[in-house]
T-cell receptor, first 115, second 116 residues
């Protein structure tokens, strides 16, 4: 069975500082990894994904994530946080070797960016 | 505008009273899915559909039914709702390329269901 762990329920960072939201995963086949963001009273919005290729992937709103196969991690990063980045962030994994489209989400990490 | 719509957005009901939450997408997506979101548990998949008349169970299908008679619609049915189905529900859709599960999903705005 596949799984995703987001070890921090909440991450606090000052505006202008770099941010990292952690994600580790477990999957039997090739990992397809995703980050989604959820703003209050909204559905999830896609941020970025890793399928293959460069380990560092860039996405929307200046976010990027680094795939690390040996550590089975896919941490989300941003060089300079904005107050408007405050939201709930979800990491998700899918088995790339399985044509069935099961997507497994982590429990979510709330990012609070203070002015 | 490309979007996934859900109705109703909010629903309060009583135990045992059948209800349906509708989901519709206008992007001609083959793949559709239902999730429930509970604090600390993230999103858990209830059912998904690869295409018309093709549905399959996700992680937490008990107490739910779905149907996919048309490509654009994927209703979620609770035949006899119970309080443990109180949750925030999301519908999602994506393009599904043959053999390629790497497509991002588009999510609806959510339906907050309370069962008393």
């Amino acid at each position: 069975a596949q799984s995703v762990a987001q070890p921090e329920d909440q991450v606090n960072v000052a505006e202008g500082n770099p941010l990292t939201v952690k994600c580790t995963y477990s999957v039997s086949g090739n990992p397809y990894l995703f980050w989604y963001v959820q703003y209050p009273n909204r559905g999830l919005q896609f941020l970025l994904k890793y399928i293959t290729g460069d380990n560092l992937v860039k996405g929307s709103y200046g976010f990027e994530a680094e795939f690390n196969k040996s550590q089975t991690s896919f941490h989300l990063k941003k060089p300079s946080a904005l107050v408007s980045d405050s939201a709930l962030y979800f990491c998700a994994v899918r088995d790339g070797d399985n044509a069935g489209n099961m997507l497994t989400f982590g429990g979510g990490t709330r990012l609070m960016v203070k002015p | 505008e490309a979007q996934v719509t859900q109705n109703p957005r909010y629903l309060i009901t009583v135990t045992g009273k059948k209800l349906t939450v509708t989901c519709s997408q206008n992007m001609n997506h083959e793949y559709m899915s239902w999730y429930r979101q509970d604090p600390g548990l993230g999103l858990r998949q209830i059912y998904y559909s690869m295409n018309v008349e093709v549905t399959d169970k996700g992680d937490v299908p008990e107490g739910y039914k779905v149907s996919r008679k048309e490509k654009r619609n994927f209703p979620l049915i609770l035949e006899s709702p119970s309080p443990n189905q109180t949750s925030l529900y999301f519908c999602a859709s994506s393009v599904r390329l043959a053999g390629g599960p790497g497509n991002e999903q588009y999510f609806g705005p959510g339906t907050r269901l309370t069962v008393t």
